[in-house]
């Protein structure tokens, strides 16, 4: 029954957007992703900063970093590792700054710098 909406719904030219609730016309929908893509706003590439990350146990502590970290402005992405001591981030560095990191890190209770 479900096949039938979806082909009724796309003759009467009205296409289904999964999870926004938003409908768009078979014509957008159509779109080719490059044309899309074209006129979507192009982001500059993030700057990755390595850190060493003393203190972490276990992978709550894991956890507790990468939030910590992508809730400051101008972090695009945080991965910890508790085995390895360290922490990866993305940064726009024209939000935030190395030094930044370690103090948030450090404010938690760990030690932190950055590895050469």
């Not at 957008?28 to 490059?34: L, R, S, T």
């Not at 590792?81 to 030094?99: G, Q």
């Amino acid at each position: 029954m479900q096949g039938r909406t979806v082909l009724i719904a796309l003759a009467l030219g009205v296409g289904l957007t999964a999870c926004s609730g938003q409908k768009e016309s078979a014509q957008e929908a159509a779109e080719p992703a490059g044309e899309a893509a074209a006129t979507a706003e192009v982001q500059p590439a993030g700057k990755v900063v390595e850190l060493a990350v003393d203190g972490m146990t276990c992978t709550g502590c894991e956890s507790a970093v990468e939030t910590t970290l992508t809730k400051l402005d101008g972090v695009q992405k945080a991965e910890a590792s508790y085995e390895a001591k360290s922490a990866t981030v993305v940064i726009d560095s024209t939000k935030i700054d190395e030094s930044a990191l370690i103090q948030a890190l450090e404010s938690m209770g760990y030690t932190a710098r950055k590895k050469s």
